[in-house]
């Protein structure tokens, strides 16, 4: 079941990054996801009106939804979108969003006193030295800007809080009450973005409303809450490492809808980043130390 979950998340975070360039060519980043939440808003009113959903039962726990969805919608999509409009390229983004496992480990370690293994280090090293590989043939660094950096790195730290931040303050709650709740908060935060910074100008058009249907309800819903699913049965690091594995399935994504032949630097990447997935998540017993 679990590995089940984790290869779905891995399928729809990988093709959400053809999604979101499709969805960004219609739409600019706050505009985009005033749309995307807005429709998952719809989306979730039949799952409120007809199955039970389990409300937080005090001030503080609503509060601690909102700032883990503030986290990881409004911060860090608006920071990914945001830097791909500015026009830094996917392979940069990709790279530096994938280093989410390595910072991780890295605040888990120093900071929450959470024991990693030699073996898991270097697992988390060898992914992310394969998504480079992987996307190495589409890095221009001269399209990153320090607007669309401080973009990238501002998304990374929201994805990063937002993981540890749910897992401390809200490991038990509903995921269908969290998803409205993290829903509401970044519409009310990206909206008058929108419609400040953009006038909320958008072109209508199939392939937007599919981008936003697939994100919405495949990635959204459903990745996600399968993401919070295995970070609630698994320590925090050693989930995170699949996080290396959706610029691989793009990859595969992107042969199989668009013919997109990888290269050899591109296949030696996908194989590393398994590897580093596979030592990061099977060597023997993930231990913590509260001493």
């Known amino acids: 079941m679990n590995a089940l979950l984790a290869w779905y998340f891995v399928a729809v975070w990988g093709i959400g990054y053809i999604a979101t360039k499709i969805g960004l060519q219609h739409a600019p980043p706050f ?146 009450a969290a998803a409205v709740i993290q829903f509401a908060a970044t519409l009310a935060v990206v909206a008058p973005l929108a419609l400040a910074v953009e006038g909320f100008a958008f072109t209508p058009s199939l392939s937007l409303l599919g981008a936003i249907a697939f994100l919405v309800v495949l990635a959204s819903l459903l990745g996600v809450s399968a993401f919070n699913f295995l970070m609630r049965r698994g320590e925090s690091a050693r989930v995170t490492s699949i996080m290396y594995l959706p610029p691989v399935f793009a990859v595969v994504a992107e042969l199989a809808f668009f013919g997109v032949v990888p290269t050899f630097l591109t296949v030696l990447g996908m194989i590393v980043a398994c590897i580093g997935v596979a030592m990061a998540v099977w060597t023997p017993r993930w231990t913590s130390s509260t001493s």
């Open 31 to 176: 505009t985009f996801l005033s749309l995307r939440f807005a429709f998952g808003l719809l989306c979730l009113a039949p799952v409120v009106l007809f199955l039970r959903v389990r409300w937080p039962r005090t001030a503080p726990e609503w509060g601690h939804l909102a700032v883990a969805g503030l986290l990881m919608h409004a911060v860090q999509l608006s920071g990914s979108h945001h830097a791909q409009y500015l026009g830094m390229s996917a392979g940069v983004v990709a790279i530096i969003l994938s280093s989410q496992p390595l910072v991780t480990a890295i605040v888990l370690a120093a900071f929450l006193r959470e024991r990693i293994l030699v073996g898991q280090w270097i697992g988390v090293v060898l992914g992310l030295l394969g998504v480079a590989l992987v996307v190495w043939h589409k890095i221009d660094i001269r399209e990153v800007t320090p607007g669309s950096l401080t973009g990238t790195l501002v998304a990374l730290a929201g994805i990063t809080a937002a993981t540890l931040y749910q897992k401390r303050f809200s490991p038990t709650a509903d995921l269908k």
